[in-house]
């Protein structure tokens, strides 16, 4: 079965992540999305030296594979002449344009907004920007780690009174190209409508706040913060995690405590405290919170993650196990929904990657292609433009394509 936006071509110019996670989503979708790359290529092809010196992991590069699946690649040079001549033509076939660059640069390469849509005002000119069109740092540069710390994130992870978290990268631009996708999404809705393109900037600023809503509403609302949670004195610790005789960890979720109070109290052998005017209540065990959460503590090191899975579930309590990341790479409810896919990748064989966060039950996400190789497809893109394969070769030969 073919994707929603099967028919819709894309032509991306995007680096490292999030312009390219934003075109991989619409890929996914089922959109033709054609990566235009300089004659070095996306820096991400070599990022796996940076991620070898950050965290030590080795082996492929995973990092431009996620991004980059269901693309094709063709190398231009718009420094030129028949470079940028090319180019143009294939926006001509193009639904969308969608970039990651400064504001200012495609404006300097002569592809800014004014200029595409003046050719072509179907077109939808999607940006995945750092800080937004507007306001006085909309071309200052950025990167996941900027937007996480100016949006709010690394103060809104950890405990209370600690340094800023330190937020593990990608987690920015990943909601920032799923917001982009997004808008490009709702973008070509309207186009049905009015037969008219149009600008969509989805910035890593917008992506966070968004992403961060809940606990921004406090402050834009009543002018206060949410309060960064300390486990030991959780106001609510029914809603809190525990350590268990493994040094694995499980987490309890009650957001209406007094229901469950009563089977928490039975599922954990601790009877004795449901009457205790201590614990009885919302207010008394908020109050007494560094108490009961004690207590707990003390409860959970006593068994296994697993043995108290099977005590919590028996007691209808909500609670999940918390994962490390490897740990969810296997978990089979995350494979059930195709949140995690294997797939046939050509040179490394059957691998495992992240899936799809929707799902169609008529027209189904796909993975239908690995990431391209540098201009793998530039003789395929241009003959779908009508150039022959003499031409191609010279255009080769003069340093315009490769």
């Known amino acids: 079965m073919k994707g929603p936006l099967d028919g819709v071509r894309v032509v991306e110019i995007t680096l490292f992540q999030q312009g390219p996670v934003a075109g991989m989503r619409l890929g996914d979708l089922g959109a033709d999305v054609i990566k235009v790359e300089a004659k070095g290529g996306d820096p991400g092809r070599g990022f796996m030296k940076i991620i070898g010196a950050m965290a030590g992991l080795k082996g492929n590069n995973y990092y431009f594979e996620h991004g980059n699946r269901n693309k094709r690649s063709v190398v231009l040079d718009l420094k030129s002449k028949k470079g940028m001549e090319l180019f143009l033509k294939l926006i001509d076939t193009a639904d969308v344009f969608l970039n990651n660059m400064s504001i200012d640069a495609p404006i300097k390469l002569g592809i800014g907004p004014e200029t595409l849509l003046a050719r072509k005002p179907r077109l939808i000119y999607a940006q995945a920007s750092g800080w937004g069109r507007k306001g006085t740092d909309a071309a200052a540069l950025s990167f996941d780690y900027t937007g996480i710390a100016r949006c709010g994130m690394m103060m809104s992870c950890g405990e209370r009174g600690t340094p800023p978290a330190q937020i593990l990268p990608g987690i920015g631009d990943e909601i920032g190209g799923l917001m982009c996708a997004w808008g490009v999404t709702a973008a070509l809705y309207a186009r049905e409508k009015t037969g008219r393109g149009q600008v969509v900037d989805c910035s890593l600023m917008g992506g966070v706040i968004a992403m961060l809503g809940f606990i921004m509403a406090a402050p834009a609302i009543l002018g206060q913060e949410f309060p960064r949670e300390i486990r030991a004195t959780a106001g609510n610790p029914l809603y809190n995690h525990y350590r268990c005789k493994d040094d694995k960890w499980i987490a309890i979720a009650h957001l209406d405590p007094n229901r469950y109070w009563p089977s928490i109290c039975k599922a954990l052998g601790i009877e004795q405290l449901q009457q205790d005017p201590r ?98 497809h530039t003789d395929e893109i241009l003959a779908e433009l009508g150039y022959e394969k003499e031409t191609i070769a010279t255009l080769r030969q003069e340093g315009v394509i490769q």
């Open 279 to 376: 614990f009885n209540s919302i207010e008394a065990r908020g109050k007494n919170a560094r108490e009961l959460v004690a207590i707990l503590d003390a409860k959970f090191e006593e068994k296994t993650r697993d043995e108290w899975s099977v005590i919590l579930k028996q007691a209808e309590c909500i609670f999940t196990p918390v994962q490390t990341p490897l740990e969810v790479s296997n978990d089979p409810q995350a494979f059930a929904n195709n949140y995690f896919i294997d797939v046939p990748h050509p040179a490394w064989g059957k691998i495992k990657m992240t899936g799809f966060p929707w799902d169609f039950s008529e027209t189904p996400a796909s993975w239908r292609r690995e990431a391209p190789g540098l201009g793998q």
